[in-house]
């Protein structure tokens, strides 16, 4: 069992920075990727940004370059952090963590938290 814990999200202007961490527990040596993905109101769950235990990353091409992804182990913690920088309003969404084996599947999401970007 893998628990997912988020942290960050809120408030923030446009063109401003914000940072969200995802804390993975629990099964960790089953994980593979972990990303972020958001739903936008009356929008699909879309992908942000995805990395791989071995550090490969893959983003969507509306947050390239303004987006970085990173991941961390420390102990039996894998830490992803999303650093978003220049926000823009369309940037706005609750924000997802995601976890999946090496099979592609998935094995756990956060709670999400909301990213409200003013212009």
């Known amino acids: 069992q893998v628990q997912l814990v988020e942290s960050g999200g809120g408030l923030v202007q446009a063109m401003e920075s914000q940072r969200l961490s995802c804390a993975a527990s629990?099964?960790?040596?089953?994980?593979?990727?972990m990303g972020w993905y958001r739903q936008a109101p009356g929008k699909q769950r879309e992908l942000v940004a995805v990395i791989t235990r071995g550090g490969s990353t893959n983003y969507a091409d509306s947050v390239k370059g303004r987006f970085t992804i990173s991941r961390t182990n420390v102990g039996n913690t894998v830490t992803v952090n999303l650093q978003m920088n220049s926000l823009k309003p369309e940037d706005t969404a609750v924000y997802y963590c995601?976890?999946?084996?090496?099979?592609?599947?998935?094995?756990?999401w956060g709670q999400g938290t909301q990213v409200t970007v003013s212009s």
């Open positions: 995601n976890a999946k084996n090496y099979g592609g599947r998935d094995l756990q």
């Open positions: 629990g099964s960790i040596i089953s994980i593979n990727a």
